[in-house]
């Protein structure tokens, strides 16, 4: 709940779906490629990996190539937006991860040049077609994860839309209201790993440990205010 939290501030849409969605993107081995006509996946992507050097570009642009050799060797993340139903034949090694094992490091085969790959590179693809026809062949190497809006999910974002336009307080108050939900889950999942890690760590008897006591008193306190807040 609280990494889904975390989703829903970085600008994930609360419904059950698209947090189905984020879920996959976030614990898939293979590169995910988005579905997203309305653009909302890819938007939360955006959001959530910018603080990581995260990279965007199109099949199209020029410096793809060099795009792609920079964030596989330094770790960062890259978005290829708004694709087709082909892809070049030229990064099909990036998408297959067909990575070469040397001296203990990985490499990817990029056009005539060998890459070393970072452990934290991630790549994601994205198209805004509604209903994309792609060859088998690759979607066996890809994760597809439809972003499309549902009828529920639809409602949510007119309303949202409607009361923005009647009633700017009422929505500046419930975002504001949902931005602070969302940290107390953060915050009540931080102290419950806290006291676990005090805990497991703790030597001799714990009902001896005055130190220990008393953080887990504070941390049991804030964790009840969170709560209720």
């Known amino acids: 709940d609280?990494?889904?939290?975390g989703w829903n501030t970085q600008g994930l849409p609360s419904d059950p779906v698209s947090s189905e969605n984020g879920a996959i993107v976030n614990c898939s081995n293979r590169w995910p490629l988005l579905i997203d006509p309305q653009l909302q996946g890819v938007a939360w992507l955006k959001e959530r990996e910018k603080d990581r050097?995260?990279?965007v570009t199109r099949l199209g642009n020029k410096d793809i190539v060099q795009v792609l050799e920079r964030s596989?060797?330094?770790g960062f993340p890259v978005i290829i937006e708004n694709m087709g139903e082909r892809i070049d034949a030229m990064l099909l090694p990036v998408v297959q991860r067909a990575v070469t094992m040397k001296s203990g490091k990985a490499y990817l085969t990029l056009g005539e040049n060998e890459v070393e790959m970072h452990s934290r590179f991630r790549l994601f693809l994205h198209t805004k077609l509604s209903n994309p026809h792609y060859p088998p062949e690759l979607q066996a190497e890809l994760t597809l994860v439809n972003f499309t809006v549902t009828p529920s999910g639809l409602e949510d974002q007119l309303l949202a839309l409607v009361v923005r336009k009647e009633r700017p307080d009422l929505a500046s108050r419930k975002t504001a209201i949902i931005h602070q939900s969302n940290e107390q889950l953060i915050k009540i999942k931080e102290l419950e790993d806290d006291i676990l890690k005090k805990l497991s760590s703790a030597e001799g008897d714990i009902t001896e440990n005055k130190a220990l006591i008393e953080g887990l008193e504070d941390a049991k306190r804030q964790s009840t205010e969170a709560g209720e807040r």
């Open 2 to 5: 609280a990494e889904i939290a």
């Open 53 to 55: 050097g995260l990279q």
């Open 72 to 74: 596989i060797e330094n």
